[in-house]
């Protein structure tokens, strides 16, 4: 019994070890590539012809888009992981991917606007594309609403887990609407018939898959803390009943 009292603390001071680790890892690797893309961004990369310095965002912007993706991919498998798992670690790992997402998400509907509107005109139009983003915004909106305000349990979880892999299937609609539909968003640049990046100066392409892989790191960074804080939250809340029991 001793031994087996003295495993499980060990374990989970190891896997906590290992957290604050890729926690510092990442966390350095991220400060030091944003700072490289942002280098390449306002000073490497040469002012596009037609939309001036306003096509810089484009750095900013559809990184974001691709990490709100992949932060929603994440909470899509993690949840079905749950469901079928019925893991705790699993409902904490689409909780903070979730968040992740819902921040970059935001992050594209803000900067989408600010780059449109010397391009288009308009703030905002009721494109399928930007109305489909909008739409995946709020349903992971309301995933964290849910978490928030309904008490902590299997049964929380388990609805989180469904709106969480409803929310994921509007990932697809928003890239297909692109190609699909004659709208206001302009098509690929990178990915394209004659070749990938033929679209790109290639100083602008370079700079574009840095940017990427930085917000990636960013994002892995970003979604091990909060998959820390959840862990030590859970923990805490363990030893609060073990307390009152």
């Not at 888009?65 to 079928?84: D, Q, T």
């Not at 690929?188 to 290639?202: A, D, E, K, S, Y």
Request: hydrophobic fraction near 55%; proline fraction near 5%; glycine fraction near 6%.
């Amino acid at each position: 019994m001793t031994t087996g009292n003295m495993t499980a603390p060990s374990q989970q001071a190891q896997s906590s070890a290992r957290l604050d680790l890729w926690i510092s890892i990442l966390g350095i690797a991220a400060f030091v590539a944003m700072l490289l893309t942002l280098y390449g961004i306002f000073v490497y990369v040469p002012t596009e012809r037609q939309m001036g310095v306003v096509q810089r965002i484009f750095y900013i912007h559809v990184p974001s888009a691709w990490i709100a993706f992949l932060a929603f991919g994440i909470v899509f498998i993690a949840s079905i992981l749950y469901l079928i798992l019925k893991e705790a670690w699993a409902d904490r790992l689409a909780h903070a991917s979730a968040e992740v997402g819902v921040v970059f998400c935001t992050l594209v509907l803000v900067t989408g606007p600010i780059w449109g509107r010397p391009v288009w005109g308009v703030w905002w139009t009721w494109d399928p594309s930007l109305t489909a983003t909008l739409v995946l915004w709020l349903i992971y909106v309301a995933y964290l609403m849910l978490r928030a305000q309904a008490p902590p349990g299997a049964s929380t979880a388990r609805f989180a887990a469904i709106l969480g892999i409803l929310g994921a299937v509007d990932v697809p609609i928003i890239h297909i609407a692109v190609h699909w539909w004659r709208t206001l968003h302009p098509k690929p640049v990178v990915m394209q018939t004659r070749g990938f990046g033929g679209g790109l100066h290639p100083a602008m392409l370079q700079t574009f898959l840095f940017s990427m892989l930085t917000f990636t790191i960013f994002y892995a960074f970003l979604l091990v803390l909060r998959y820390r804080q959840e862990t030590n939250r859970a923990e805490l809340d363990s030893l609060k009943r073990a307390v009152l029991d």
